[in-house]
């Protein structure tokens, strides 16, 4: 089964408005952490958020919250007030375990294609 | 700049050839990690390195090798090098806690 589950190949959203990128996790580890990361056409893979697993609010970092639905195993990433700048490929992670460097890699999706129209 | 620094950024080579990359961390940080993202592959982990030694590994091909050097910088070599190897690959390095990853700013490989 896949870890991470990325529904959404390709959206669009009008500048300005907000949009929520769609996100899967499986699990049976009941320590993990839920990442989103951004890739723009350059290549880099940047850092938006993370939520851990026993946090209990949802994590936000400026425009970027995360939507963590612990029961559904979903952790939706929502853009606000949309920017041209926020075009790019976003792809969703997912690390088991919290122990810091015991080797457990992240699990990616494959990504959702965001374009942001004027 | 994200303090993950990988070289070359960019690399054309003949199949059945041999090539390095290089990454160099985050300062302080232990670990490294490299990844393979491919168009229809996405992004496979490859191997992981904490302070020297060989941590995790991923969907690492045989022809495929790692190390991490006493200044932690990290090297991945590739050989025998086949057209399905072109790719974006990835290091990147963490922290000693759970945060994540930084990544570098990736090598691209093409193989022709």
């Known amino acids: 089964a896949q870890k991470i589950t990325q529904t959404q190949p390709g959206m669009f959203v009008q500048e300005k408005e907000a949009v929520t990128l769609d996100c899967t996790y499986d699990?049976?580890?009941?320590?993990?952490?839920l990442f989103w990361y951004k890739q723009p056409s350059s290549g880099e893979m940047i850092f938006l958020i993370y939520?851990?697993?026993?946090?209990?609010q949802n994590a936000t970092e400026g425009r970027y919250s995360l939507n963590f639905q612990k029961a559904r195993k979903s952790a939706n990433l929502v853009i606000s007030a949309s920017q041209l700048g926020d075009s790019a490929m976003y792809f969703c992670?997912?690390?088991?375990?919290?122990?810091?460097?015991?080797?457990?890699?992240?699990?990616f999706g494959t990504g959702t294609s965001l374009t942001v129209i004027p | 700049d994200s303090g993950v620094t990988q070289t070359p950024k960019h690399l054309i080579t003949a199949t059945g050839q041999r090539v390095t990359l290089r990454c160099s961390p985050r300062?302080?940080?232990?670990?490294v990690y490299w990844y393979q993202q491919s168009l229809d592959q996405g992004l496979q982990f490859l191997i992981q390195?904490?302070?020297?030694?060989?941590?995790a590994k991923g969907n690492i091909l045989e022809r495929f090798s790692a190390q991490q050097f006493p200044d932690l910088h990290s090297e991945l070599n590739l050989s025998s090098l086949e057209l399905g190897d072109s790719a974006l690959y990835f290091c990147?390095?963490?922290?000693?806690?759970?945060?994540?990853?930084?990544f570098g700013s990736g090598t691209r490989l093409t193989v022709v």
């Open positions: 990147a390095s963490s922290v000693e806690d759970y945060y994540g990853y930084t």
């Open positions: 699990t049976s580890d009941p320590s993990y952490g």
């Open positions: 939520q851990g697993s026993y946090d209990q």
């Open positions: 992670a997912m690390r088991e375990g919290l122990e810091p460097d015991t080797g457990n890699q992240f699990y």
């Open positions: 300062s302080g940080d232990l670990s």
């Open positions: 390195y904490y302070n020297g030694e060989e941590r």
